[in-house]
């Protein structure tokens, strides 16, 4: 029996936005190797002096990639560029495109936004809020639509730690009308400022420009074919198209890249806290899933229903504490530590967020004041305070969400899910119940070594960083010891002075 979701993209022509971004390469290339769509618009921001068709031509040398071109060399020719910005008004898409759009899309993946969680709140406003309300006006505008994804994020109610899937219009001080009609008139730098009042107890710029994409959604979707899709910390890929496939160093990657290399070594964590992780390939599996579910479902939809809401999260059966992803990307040092590293790999957990201040002091700030002193002496440039200025920031700005347990309601993602054929469940699985999550902590580790560290697993390598460990480790326990010999002689020496 076919599947049913091969078949539901067979000759479709897709149009993705997002599409250039880490999520966006894998579901382009888990379309273009596992259905036979006809077309994949991907709407791609043009740089100057660079050609759109050149940024999708580069490609062919990405890893990403390398599977589905091996069995399928000219696949990439189905992905057509289309110049356009989530920034400008009119999301930059000539009307020749648009015309295009309008008169040959039939499945729309929308995937495009700013994931910085401290970005500019005007920029935020117009690339998460108002392009997503252009989107919409767009699809209205294409005659053949049967299938509309938005992608959003499990956190942008995070504002509640019970999360159902449904909208939560009542935590928006303004609606997202309001806010888009006050981004008209006001300037950006008044915008900007106005930030903390308006984002209110939204955590950042991000999950409140995320809500407020979701309040487009429920007020302007009307009746087409839509639904929207709440991943969970999206992480490297588990098993497709590579194992531990990741392009970039973004949230808590970041931390066990810089815990890899031995410089970050305090965080803000509460170690007994759930984090929501969720491999990159299983994302895309739900995404198709609900493209298709969204087609099925759309003849028996009702002008009065709500789009459906797809959570997708680590299993409450199966969840990860703080501790354990700590715990479990530490351990690699041992295994396959990275051959460029400045210290001997370890992270202190600060639950008390009051007492980081003085930890990053003393594990951060003064080694980096050290080193940098050495550099200088060198006459190479010092980049270590530097650099510990901006990971203090990022782990402020991450503290909510590495100190709170938030649990997420999947009904209609298991809903779903069980409505799958075999076929679907062998192709598109995503079944965090049984994620092994010891063998999903060896990919990423691995992926993490290979794709961010640019090391190549041999034996020559791994014995290489193996042996700078060693001698890492020696000085780390040699110097934690004359610290504490120092720390015992000063508080003997007091102690005489006091008898």
């Known amino acids: 029996m076919d599947s049913g979701i091969q078949e539901f993209f067979k000759n479709k022509t897709i149009f993705i936005t997002g599409g250039t971004g880490f999520l966006g390469k894998v579901i382009t290339e888990k379309l273009l190797r596992t259905t036979e769509v006809n077309r994949i618009y991907s709407l791609i921001r043009p740089k100057r002096g660079k050609p759109i068709q050149e940024r999708i031509s580069t490609w062919e040398k990405d890893p990403v990639f390398e599977v589905l071109l091996r069995a399928k060399p000219d696949a990439l020719q189905r992905v057509c560029p289309i110049a356009g910005d989530c920034l400008d008004p009119d999301l930059g898409i000539s009307e020749s495109d648009r015309r295009l759009l309008a008169t040959e899309v039939q499945v729309v993946i929308h995937g495009a936004a700013t994931v910085r969680f401290d970005e500019a709140l005007h920029l935020s406003l117009a690339i998460n809020v108002r392009a997503t309300r252009l989107m919409l006006q767009l699809a209205k505008q294409m005659t053949r639509l049967v299938s509309y994804v938005h992608v959003s994020t499990a956190y942008s109610n995070c504002v509640v730690t019970d999360i159902a899937e449904r909208f939560y219009p009542e935590h928006l001080e303004c609606s997202s009308d309001q806010i888009l009609a006050l981004g008209e008139l006001m300037s950006d730098e008044m915008l900007d400022k106005m930030s903390p009042a308006l984002v209110g107890s939204f955590p950042n710029t991000y999950t409140y420009t995320k809500a407020l994409a979701e309040d487009v959604i429920l007020r302007e979707a009307d009746d ?75 003849g028996h939809k009702q002008k009065a229903n709500k789009p459906p809401i797809y959570t997708f999260a680590p299993s409450e059966n199966n969840l990860l504490t703080y501790g354990d992803f700590i715990r479990s990307s530490v351990a690699y040092r041992d295994i396959i530590p990275l051959t460029k590293m400045l210290w001997y790999p370890f992270v202190l957990c600060i639950s008390t967020t009051s007492l980081f201040p003085l930890a990053a002091f003393f594990f951060h700030t003064l080694p980096g004041y ?31 969400f590495s100190t709170t347990t938030w649990h997420f309601d999947m009904a209609n993602t298991m809903a779903l899910r069980d409505s799958m054929t075999k076929q679907d469940l062998s192709v598109y699985d995503f079944d965090m119940s049984r994620l092994d999550w010891d063998d999903f902590f060896k990919s990423a580790m691995y992926g993490m070594r290979l794709y961010i560290g640019k090391e190549l697993p041999t034996a020559e ?39």
């Open 370 to 400: 050290f080193i940098d002193l050495l550099l200088r002496l060198k006459g190479r440039k010092p980049i270590l305070v530097d650099l510990y200025r901006k990971i203090h920031k990022n782990i402020a700005v991450l503290g909510p």
């Open 224 to 298: 087409l074919p839509l639904c929207i899709f709440r991943p969970a910390i999206i992480m490297s890929t588990y098993k497709e198209p590579l194992r531990g496939w990741v392009d970039n160093l973004f949230g808590p990657l970041a931390l066990c890249f810089g815990g890899a290399r031995g410089i970050m070594r305090v965080t803000t964590v509460d170690p007994k806290a759930k984090i929501s992780i969720v491999p990159a390939d299983f994302c895309v599996n739900v995404a198709l899933a609900c493209a298709w579910k969204t087609a099925q479902s759309s």
């Open 461 to 499: 390598s791994i014995a290489k960083g193996l042996k700078l460990r060693l001698r890492l480790k020696i000085l780390h326990y040699a110097f934690t010891s004359s610290l504490v010999s120092a720390a015992g002689f000063v508080l003997w020496s007091l102690a005489k002075l006091v008898v």
